[in-house]
Each structure stands twice: as structure tokens, then as C-alpha cells.
């Protein structure tokens, strides 16, 4: 399943413009990061693992040639059990120069959020860090956690990017 997105016409934003996001799920929260970030959603494979990396990298995958670290979300957040079932994704994304996949509880869907419907992510303590929090979506009674993926894989602690990638 492949995705693209763009900016595009929404009926509430002021200057007649709305982001799409692609949403997912970790434990009983849903997230959402910027689609234009995300090449394809693929079913969860075994992984080879990696001696010595942290826990929440699973390992990596060769994907159509391309060496590919996967990351569990759902341990670094230390959010939910970690069970793979036949809804456990793979988010494979584009970070610069760097392919990187993320494992999730779930995808729920692409939504198109206008400027307004996106709120600062307050100053409160989480798992996430706050630095990789854009804000928090509202659609409809759904609340969305707007991630910074790429600021989130260019962190020193997810040690998957060389800060020459960062560019």
C-alpha cells in the first residue's frame, strides 16, 4: 500500500489550505505523522536483529535491496503490550536520505487537518518528549498526536541517522 500527499484544499482553513497526516495507532492512543514522510505501509515481517542495539530496534529488513533499521514504536514509547498480530504495521519513511520503518499497533487512516484544528502540544511531561510533539489534531471527538518523525529520527538517542543525514 503506497501513499502520497499534499497539501490540498480544506473547507475550514482560513487561506483554504489543510496538511495531510496518515494516523496510527499505539496501545490506547492515535497518532499521526506528515504523509509526505511515509513511502508504503507493509505487514510485519521478521527482522534481522542487530547485536547490541537498543531494544526498541527490532533489526533491520532488506526491502527491495535497500537495508531498512525497523523501530517498535510501541517499546521506545513504552506504550500498550508489544504483541505482533495481523494488524501490526510497518510504516516505512523517507528521513532525508535515509529509509526507516516504524511498527505500529495499527493504521487508521489519511486525514486532512486545516491550521486550525491543530493545537500546540502543551509543556507536560511524556514518554514521547515533547521536542517530537508538532501539536496535538482534533477530527470530529478524535484526538491526534501530531509526531515530528524526522526530528524523532535524527535524535541522538534513536542513533539510526549520522548528523551529516540531518542536512
Known amino acids: ?66 537495508i531498512v533499521p525497523i523501530v517498535d514504536l510501541r517499546i521506545k514509547f513504552g506504550v500498550g503490550r508489544v504483541e505482533y498480530t495481523a494488524f501490526t504495521v510497518v510504516i516505512i519513511l523517507n528521513i532525508g536520505p535515509r529509509v526507516v520503518g516504524i511498527v505500529v499497533d495499527s493504521v487508521s487512516d489519511v486525514v486532512s487537518l486545516p491550521v486550525d484544528a491543530i493545537h500546540p502540544a502543551s509543556d507536560f511531561s511524556s514518554q514521547i518528549g515533547v521536542g517530537f510533539l508538532t501539536g496535538l489534531g482534533t477530527v470530529g471527538e478524535r484526538m491526534l498526536i501530531m509526531l515530528d518523525i524526522e526530528s524523532m529520527m535524527h535524535s541522538r538517542e534513536m542513533a539510526l541517522l549520522d548528523t551529516d543525514d540531518a542536512d
Do not use: C, W
Open 1 to 66: 500500500m503506497q501513499y502520497a500527499g499534499m497539501a490540498q484544499r480544506g473547507p475550514h482553513d482560513e487561506d483554504g489550505f489543510s496538511q495531510a497526516f496518515l494516523s496510527f495507532i499505539l496501545g490506547d492512543e492515535e497518532y499521526a505523522i506528515d504523509i509526505l514522510k511515509v513511502q508504503e505501509i507493509r505487514g510485519y515481517d521478521p527482522v534481522t536483529a542487530i547485536a547490541n542495539a537498543p531494544k526498541f530496534i527490532k533489526g533491520v529488513i532488506n526491502l527491495r535491496g535497500t
